[in-house]
């Protein structure tokens, strides 16, 4: 078989089955990670590609590109105190899953912080994707965009610093080099804005796409991989909004969804080919069992205390819907397993597990919440966090009971 019809069918099988799939509340990124399994099951080492790792990469790099564009910075202001409470439970919760990984489970410090930022940080590029079809009102919407967010900056911030901690020097070089890095982006886009794009009208969206890959990359050579440049590269691009309006517009936006919808499930592939077999043994099954029976029910609760304190006369079922919808970690997770197998030598048994685990947390929305997960984030030109969200925010926070 030519290698050219091995990647037609390849698409079609990523792109296409997944889909049908859906039928049976099924996530379809669940279908192309237990595909890339089973290419590893069937192939071995002959499923590493370097296509489909470059094709993975774009998909990741993406995606988290589409989660800083989605960033609302006035928003998140108008909700700052229940966001600090959030965050500090957070923080708290990291602490301490870190510390029991050390103690317990024979673990560096540095393996230990990363292992409890896969379990409990939201995978918000995936949320986001899929938020409009969980069912959710506004004012839900809102939070559980905003919670998601302010999670994933704060993982993202302690991701780079665990990475590099253990290297004074090196960890004051990259944070040179982000600063560099954060300073810029910003000239890149107001230069383009200024010169190029009077004269090259509908050339924005390749700009940004290419600045978040180029930030993705340098990123990556600092090692603490794809995700962080291209989350700042949408970010900052989301800030120059007022000053670049086209560079961070709907239109803009609803392309780049479309352009992580087909790249998306390359990465999932390329995550489950990844896996190595001894990760799927029946210990990892065990393990990853206990962590889904422990984890996700305190990550739930937690969230589900902390809006009946601030939001006392909200309805217990719009609280259980945001709460759900926080669940899944599927991306973080698999990126935060596999630097963790590569980098630290994390053992393939608790591999296999935070594999299973993120399996599990991923699929609890499409069995509790009204529609499944999917791949393909595009809507009816619907923006994930509404216009107006803000106002609802705001009669949250002032009134003892939201409409409901």
Request: hydrophobic content about 55%; proline content about 5%; overall charge neutral.
């Amino acid at each position: 078989m030519s290698r050219e019809l091995v990647y037609l069918l390849l698409i079609f099988a990523l792109l296409v089955i997944p889909r049908a799939l859906q039928r049976f509340r099924l996530p379809a990124p669940i279908t192309c990670l237990v595909f890339g399994i089973g290419a590893m099951l069937a192939l071995g080492s002959g499923v590493h590609d370097p296509v489909v790792t470059l094709l993975s990469t774009l998909g990741i790099s993406s995606l988290f590109l589409f989660a800083g564009l989605e960033v609302d910075m006035r928003a998140l202001r108008r909700g700052l105190w229940p966001l600090l409470v959030h965050l500090a439970i957070r923080i708290g919760n990291l602490c301490l899953l870190a510390w029991l990984g050390w103690r317990y489970l024979d673990l560096g410090w540095q393996a230990a912080a990363l292992v409890a930022l896969a379990l409990l940080t939201p995978s918000t590029g995936f949320i986001l994707d899929t938020l409009e079809r969980l069912g959710l009102d506004e004012e839900e919407r809102f939070w559980v965009t905003s919670k998601a967010i302010a999670g994933e900056l704060l993982a993202l911030a302690a991701l780079f610093v665990v990475l590099q901690a253990d290297d004074p020097v090196q960890l004051g070089l990259s944070a040179l080099a982000m600063a560099a890095l954060m300073v810029g982006l910003p000239l890149l886009y107001v230069a383009f804005g200024r010169w190029i794009a009077p004269h090259a009208p509908g050339s924005e969206f390749s700009l940004l796409v290419m600045a978040g890959f180029v930030a993705a990359f340098i990123t990556y050579k600092l090692g603490v991989y794809y995700l962080v440049g291209a989350f700042i590269a949408g970010l900052i691009a989301r800030l120059l909004r007022v000053r670049i309006p086209r560079m961070a517009s709907d239109e803009n936006i609803n392309a780049l969804r479309l352009f992580a919808s087909f790249f998306v499930p390359f990465y999932f592939f390329h995550a489950g080919s990844q896996i190595a077999r001894d990760a799927l043994s029946l210990e990892a099954l065990g393990l990853g069992l206990l962590l889904t029976a422990l984890v996700v029910p305190l990550r739930v609760a937690m969230v589900w205390l902390q809006r009946r304190v601030l939001f006392r006369g909200e309805h217990r079922q719009s609280t259980f819907r945001v709460s759900i919808a926080l669940t899944p970690t599927l991306v973080f997770t698999l990126v935060l397993a596999e630097i963790l197998h590569s980098r630290f030598g994390l053992s393939a048994t608790l591999t296999g597990a935070l594999v299973l685990y993120t399996v599990l947390n991923t699929l609890l929305p499409s069995l509790l919440l009204r529609v499944p997960f999917d791949v393909d984030p595009m809507q009816e030109n619907t923006p994930t966090a509404p216009a107006n969200a803000p106002a609802a925010v705001d009669n949250a926070l002032a009134a003892p009971t939201p409409g409901q």
